[in-house]
């Protein structure tokens, strides 16, 4: 990466880290806690994109995961009485072990069947959790009791945004390194990468694993933050936010996730009103990204950037031609 391209991924970091940091000083409690709601989605469409955007794997149980460290968390810390942060722990390194072990039954499953397979999994997740009503109370939801005495939305805030930063940070970084380029050479060509000598098995299981463990991490937290666990969490439509997240962002694009799951969840916000309609409006926007920018807003912001200030133009092209030649 060129020194003129590094500048303006730290300018940008270092705004977006600033404009966060401010956010609990300044803004209403019900903001801070529509924000902690946005990094947890952060969290969530991050860790997804790095599964299906960078090394190809179409899942469709990154919400189960999710769910799943939280049940998991929560139940370590109702049944056994064991620390809070030392069940996250625990639920972050099962669900690591679930998604190795999904990884692992799905391995030479492609495409469609390998996506109705992850479906079949979440939904039998789901239909677990609604019958052992005595262990996880159904329907009628799981009561977690709070990390902290106050019902105040600022220490999870920074919680959250302290997760989100390692994932992103975590994610960058392994995204250029070697290991990342073997993750998107498993993504372009399977078949390829694997006459060059990668282990394509490996690796996919890799990033079942990871981005299930990132999953797990965010799930518990944010049990410990609502305090009320259901199976509504893991209804499909959970799924279809954190793909729809993705894609507007820009599907297998660092910034991509960050920017659609602040899009969608504030957006969802702030129609709240609407229901389950609000997602009508969201599949019309997806319709349309990929008949048009199939790399979502990143790319639409990047085209209108080097439109209207000419150096950022040949700054986009060094930047398509330096991901060409990775």
Not at 35 to 54: D, E, M, Q, R, T
Request: overall charge positive.
């Amino acid at each position: 990466m060129r020194l003129q391209q590094r500048i303006w991924y730290v300018a940008l970091v270092a705004a977006a880290v600033g404009v966060a940091a401010a956010i609990p000083w300044r803004a209403s409690d019900y903001f801070v806690h529509v924000s902690v709601s946005v990094l947890y989605y952060v969290i969530l469409a991050s860790s997804w994109n790095l599964l299906a955007g960078y090394t190809g794997p179409f899942s469709l149980a990154h919400h189960a995961f999710a769910a799943f460290g939280g049940y998991t968390a929560a139940l370590l810390v109702l049944r056994l009485a064991v620390p809070s942060i030392a069940a996250i722990l625990v639920a972050a390194m099962l669900t690591a072990g679930v998604g190795l072990v999904l990884g692992f039954a799905t391995l030479r499953m492609r495409a469609i069947y390998l996506a109705i397979a992850t479906w079949a999994f979440a939904e039998t997740f789901r239909l677990v959790i609604v019958a052992a009503y005595p262990i996880t109370r159904g329907s009628v939801g799981l009561i977690v009791p709070p990390l902290f005495a106050t019902r105040d939305p600022r220490p999870y805030y920074w919680i959250f945004l302290a997760l989100s930063l390692l994932t992103l940070g975590a994610i960058w970084l392994l995204i250029r390194s070697r290991y990342g380029l073997y993750l998107q050479a498993v993504r372009d060509d399977e078949v390829r990468a694997e006459s060059l000598g990668i282990d394509t098995t490996r690796w996919k299981i890799f990033g079942f694993a990871l981005s299930s463990l990132l999953a797990g991490v965010a799930g518990a937290c944010y049990g410990f933050y609502v305090s009320v666990l259901s199976p509504e969490t893991i209804e499909f439509y959970e799924m279809g936010k954190i793909i729809v997240m993705v894609i507007i962002g820009g599907i297998g694009t660092f910034f991509g996730p960050v920017l659609g799951a602040l899009i969608v969840q504030g957006l969802s916000e702030y129609f709240r009103e609407f229901g389950q309609l609000r997602m009508l409006f969201f599949g019309v926007a997806v319709i349309i990204l990929m008949r048009t920018y199939r790399q979502g807003s990143v790319a639409l912001i990047r085209q209108l950037w080097a439109r209207f200030y000419p150096p950022a133009k040949r700054l986009a092209l060094r930047l398509r031609a330096s991901q060409r030649a990775n």
